[in-house]
């Protein structure tokens, strides 16, 4: 039987020169779930985008369920079967769920939609594909497991027998893995195909039949799931040894470095995002946060970090308040801040590496000298910092644009650990990074703890924050839920549920954990 997707020898060249495809020959059987992995860079998102009408190849053949085909835009891809869950999320806030799922295909009754038949329709899906969802619900006042659930709905409800699910558990707790993963096995029972984009080994070997490699723009490798191990993925991937698991020496906790006191904070719309946070951060150690995104960790760290005010309580640094300071203050106590959105807040991406590095501290010596800065020194702390943290790049002097997304984050890396903080706030730090800068930014956050820094670790990555964290606060509409002090006997399954609300400690336990 012919595959459902055949893609032979698909090239794609953008108008300034970069290769993103070489050569790619891509197959994927019916009925299977595909997994397509590889490094930022190496080529994957292209071509989903060259399968989904949003590219289209410079040279190459797209053929689909036997059928040569040409796509000039999603709706090309969309009539010929072709769903694409993007990381994204495409809906539209102030719809329902019913709204969304038939947007674009509504059903009407005198030229206006039809709400009972969107509903029914909805109903109807979210029962066959095992996809609960409310039709009535607002998709502004869910939770992201739901919306993700909405997407898929939409993409089956217009037709798609073909599912790309890009990075589609990015955001999501165990649990909601776990159902979505029993999702995509009944998608598969009734006889649709799933290609599944992923940073994640372990959920690889758990849900996909096979696995497609790519780096450098080409297929490196193509194996069956069984047949292949994290550590050879991994490999095939960077084309290199990668060591997936941090070496952690015991924690040696010091003195207390950061106190948050009934921290809470009001956002413009009135919604309540933290509500009477207390904890503290100790010298030597990584407190982890855990939480579904959207439950506050954001507000938690802008306001930490003088981004946003807080409406009220206190926090210090080594005993001195650091709340509602500017962000240079903030800075100035020694505070270092790797951002969340680090497009938005971490780097200029017009200026050079150089100017970069050195954005916290051109104002002081030894890079002031008189009214002007000391470019000699700061060459030196570019050459140094590129050589230190791997920055892949022919000199400190060329534009940040030019960098891939680990290499960004690499410079916002070097930039924080060399301003010599006594408490690191990494907030999403191995976001959107291939395997090997997720390895090296990870191991230089252990390395930083066991120096004596403090670390506020913020990740959607539940994996992260278990391996790399000595305790853990799990934190649910803007409250903290749960308190463990060893971050390594923890159930990951007992985490979630703190996660999610569903468990709560009580005060006393909680006080005498923090």
Do not use: C, W
């Amino acid at each position: 039987m012919a595959p459902i997707i055949d893609l032979r020898n698909i090239i794609k060249i953008y108008p300034n020169g970069v290769v993103a495809n070489d050569g790619v020959n891509f197959s994927v059987e019916k009925g299977e779930i595909h997994a397509l992995v590889g490094e930022n860079g190496a080529g994957k998102s292209t071509l989903m985008k060259i399968i989904y009408g949003l590219e289209q190849p410079t040279h190459g053949e797209i053929i689909i369920d036997g059928q040569p085909r040409h796509f000039h835009s999603s709706r090309n891809a969309i009539d010929a079967g072709i769903g694409m869950v993007h990381q994204n999320f495409m809906l539209v806030p102030s719809f329902t769920v019913a709204e969304n799922i038939v947007l674009g295909q509504e059903p009407t009754r005198r030229g206006f939609l039809n709400k009972k038949e969107a509903r029914d329709a909805t109903v109807e899906f979210s029962k066959r594909y095992g996809l609960r969802v409310e039709p009535d619900e607002i998709v502004d006042t869910i939770n992201v497991g739901m919306r993700q659930r909405v997407e898929i709905l939409k993409a089956l409800y217009r037709g798609a027998n073909i599912l790309i699910l890009d990075e589609p558990t990015a955001v999501l707790t165990p649990q909601e893995t776990q159902e979505l993963f029993t999702a995509i096995r009944t998608l598969v029972d009734q006889g649709k195909t799933v290609v599944f984009i992923t940073h994640k080994l372990r959920e690889v070997k758990e849900i996909s039949d096979r696995v497609t490699v790519m780096r450098a723009g080409r297929v490196v490798g193509e194996v069956a799931t069984v047949d292949a191990t994290r550590e050879s993925l991994a490999r095939m991937m960077v084309g290199r040894e990668v060591f997936l698991n941090v070496e952690k020496p015991p924690a040696s906790r010091g003195r207390k470095v950061m106190e948050v006191q009934n921290l809470s904070y009001v956002a413009d719309t009135g919604r309540r995002m933290l509500n009477n946070m207390s904890f503290n951060i100790f010298a030597g150690e990584i407190l982890g946060i855990a939480g579904v995104e959207g439950n506050g960790q954001t507000e938690l760290v802008e306001i930490l970090t003088g981004l946003r005010p807080a409406t009220s309580g206190n926090a210090l640094v080594d005993g001195k308040p650091v709340l509602n300071k500017t962000p240079r203050e903030v800075r100035m106590a020694r505070v270092a801040h790797i951002p969340e959105d680090r497009l938005t807040n971490g780097l200029a991406m017009s200026a050079s590496i150089n100017e970069n590095l050195i954005v916290d501290r051109y104002f002081r010596p030894p890079f002031k000298r008189g009214a002007s800065i000391d470019y000699k020194k700061v060459r030196e702390l570019g050459v140094e910092m590129i050589k230190k943290f791997d920055i892949r790049t022919p000199s400190g002097e060329v534009p940040l644009a030019s960098l891939s997304g680990g290499n960004m984050q690499k410079v916002i890396v070097a930039r924080e650990f060399s301003s010599e903080p006594i408490l690191l706030i990494a907030a999403q730090p191995t976001r959107g990074i291939d395997v090997g800068a997720t390895e090296f930014i990870r191991e230089q956050l252990v390395k930083k703890r066991t120096e004596g820094t403090a670390v506020l670790l913020v990740s959607a990555d539940l994996g992260e924050v278990m391996s790399l964290s000595d305790r853990i606060i799990a934190m649910y509409e803007g409250q903290i839920t749960g308190v463990f002090p060893d971050a390594q006997s923890v159930p990951e399954e007992e985490l979630g549920l703190y996660m999610l609300g569903v468990k709560h400690q009580s005060k006393e336990e909680m006080e005498a954990l923090l």
